[in-house]
């Protein structure tokens, strides 16, 4: 979208853009899943262009995204840092527990339905064949998604992940990293939308009535194949988020303006799926997802995860 234009995107009454809703249909033994439930999001949507501040012109311009929730409308300022900083290399994801309905794992992947897409969720589409790399593939078959276990919930801290994105196509959601609460619905995302760009966004639940706020990065630009480090830091009790990309801080909100936080123990997820292409909402906001030939996939490679404290300790 070129400078200074406004968007007005329309969205379908309480569609969970970006939120895959998770139907468990497993035996009633695994009922104990933790179903992620699709955000509704307001009605109307703008949006508007703004550069990055402090970051070089090589950066993209970014889109700033303001929800118009039924009580008012919030909004947030995309900032960066300006220096590029030396980053710490990331352990790979520590996949040693994963065994599908292992509940108890540091780690769990998905085997079950996604409503809002046409591919179900598949265990196997989760593979690390070196104890390094992680390939998370999509294909014809199914899509990937891991969530962490529910005793990696935390409150505070820095989550970072380092992947390399796969070929981005209309209709394909990317989200590589993530964190929600169930019980609440408490979310903060990293999702690339399509060929549209990354959204970075809160979502919460105050009184039952939804609070988001976007901004969109990297707009018009395409990053299929790229090498990106995504991090989330979270301080509920001071009362403000930061997202970072290459260790670049790109998008910060606070409590105090906002008027609405994350108040709850939130644990990191890493997925890609497809968005159903008979959801006009869906459609207006990726792309329409046209169905992968035999033999076609896209993968993901995440090769490393970590979480450290906000006091700088890492914990494995």
Do not use: C
Request: aromatic share 8%.
């Amino acid at each position: 979208m070129a400078n200074g234009v406004v968007l007005a995107s329309l969205i379908t009454g309480g569609l969970a853009i970006g939120a895959s809703t998770h139907v468990l249909t497993t035996p009633a033994s695994t009922t104990q899943a933790a179903a992620r439930t699709a955000s509704a999001r307001p009605a109307v949507m703008t949006a508007t262009t703004s550069p990055l501040l402090g970051v070089s012109s090589t950066w993209p311009l970014t889109t700033a995204v303001t929800a118009v929730a039924p009580t008012g409308t919030q909004t947030a300022t995309a900032v960066s840092t300006p220096a590029t900083p030396v980053l710490t290399p990331l352990l790979p994801l520590n996949l040693t527990t994963m065994r599908l309905w292992n509940w108890g794992g540091k780690w769990i992947g998905s085997e079950w339905s996604n409503a809002n897409s046409p591919l179900a969720w598949k265990f196997g589409h989760i593979n690390q064949p070196t104890g390094a790399d992680t390939l998370f593939t999509l294909d014809a078959a199914g899509a990937p998604e891991i969530q962490a276990g529910s005793a990696e919930a935390k409150t505070d801290g820095m989550w970072e992940s380092e992947v390399t994105l796969p070929q981005l196509r209309d209709g394909l959601v990317v989200a590589p990293l993530w964190l929600y609460d169930s019980t609440s619905r408490d979310e903060i995302d990293f999702e690339l939308a399509g060929r549209n760009g990354l959204d970075v966004t809160m979502h919460v639940y105050v009184n039952g009535v939804h609070k988001q706020n976007s901004v969109r990065l990297f707009a018009g630009t395409d990053l299929s194949g790229q090498r990106k480090r995504f991090g989330i830091k979270v301080d509920q009790q001071t009362g403000y988020v930061e997202m970072y990309v290459d260790g670049k801080r790109v998008q910060r909100w606070d409590k105090g303006t906002l008027g609405y936080f994350v108040s709850h123990p939130i644990k990191p997820w890493l997925e890609m799926w497809a968005a159903n292409p008979s959801n006009s909402g869906y459609v207006q906001w990726v792309g329409k997802w046209a169905p992968l030939a035999a033999g076609q996939a896209l993968t993901m490679r995440v090769h490393g995860y970590g979480y450290k404290t906000l006091t700088g300790q890492t914990v494995l």
